[in-house]
């Protein structure tokens, strides 16, 4: 069926410049569309797809996704969001569908029933703005308590555990002792999290990152290999705010 539909798509004026593939999902009823970070574009269809429907649903969309496809690719493979409804949004690696409501005095940024409800914004940079302002204050409140029993592990007494936007950096330990981790982080499941703080933390006792730095580091993070390597997988997928 897939080359039944890829057959189709073929004969649609997509852009020669783009890559595109489709993908059969048993457990999908209707066509999915996925724009990668780098701007590839992924058709996904359930196992008895009609291509002729598929192939005119995407016709009707090329507008659309060729806005989204040059967007993603003008960002250099840095994700992308869109701020509408259904959008997807990740806290403690969990994820959240977003809702705009109405804009309303007083009305903020929260997680409500299970959605990231966002007061309608006068821009999308003002919407990722009041989003970036939820992960930074959330997370604020969160690493200041998790933050507590890795230290006491790993033999640190931190100034103050922070949250803020800290570029192309997720960490930054300073002389005074002060933690910063970026807001950034606040997507991923908590154990990845853990490894920034630790990392951050041992450097207020060990300022290289050789073997001494690396035992200290096991000595709270016992799987620390398996950490890394989830956490190089998930790095790239992390939103900082692009629109």
């Known amino acids: 069926m897939s080359l039944s539909v890829q057959s189709a798509l073929a004969s649609l004026p997509i852009p020669g410049e783009w890559t595109w593939q489709v993908v059969v999902r048993p457990r999908r009823r209707t066509l999915g569309i996925e724009i990668q970070e780098d701007g590839d574009v992924l058709f996904a269809v359930p196992p008895d797809a009609d291509p002729q429907a598929v192939a005119e649903a995407v016709r009707s969309r090329l507008p659309r996704i060729a806005d989204e496809v040059e967007r993603r690719r003008r960002a250099g493979g840095e994700p992308v969001k869109e701020l509408v409804g259904g ?6 690696g969990r994820r959240h569908r977003l809702r705009v409501v ?19 914004p006068g821009s999308p940079l003002e919407g990722a703005r009041l989003i ?11 690493v200041a308590t998790r933050a507590a029993p890795l230290a006491a592990r790993a033999g640190a007494t931190p100034r103050q555990v922070t949250v803020r936007d800290l570029g192309e950096r997720w960490g930054a330990c300073a002389p005074d002792g002060s933690i910063t ?10 154990r990845l ?10 450097h207020l006792t060990v300022a290289a990152h050789g073997m001494a730095f690396r035992r200290r580091m096991r000595l709270v993070l016992a799987d620390l290999e398996e950490l890394e390597r ?13 629109v």
């Open 102 to 120: 109405p804009a309303e005095p007083d009305r903020r940024v929260r997680l409500h029933q299970g959605w990231l409800e966002l007061p309608r």
């Open 230 to 242: 989830l956490f190089a997988q998930a790095e790239p997928s992390l939103w900082r705010g692009s």
């Open 132 to 142: 970036a302002d939820w992960y930074t204050a959330r997370g604020d409140r969160w």
């Open 87 to 92: 959008e997807s949004f990740a806290y403690l």
């Open 181 to 190: 981790v970026h807001w950034a982080l606040m997507q991923l499941p908590p």
């Open 193 to 202: 999290v853990d490894l920034v703080l630790v990392h951050e933390l041992t």
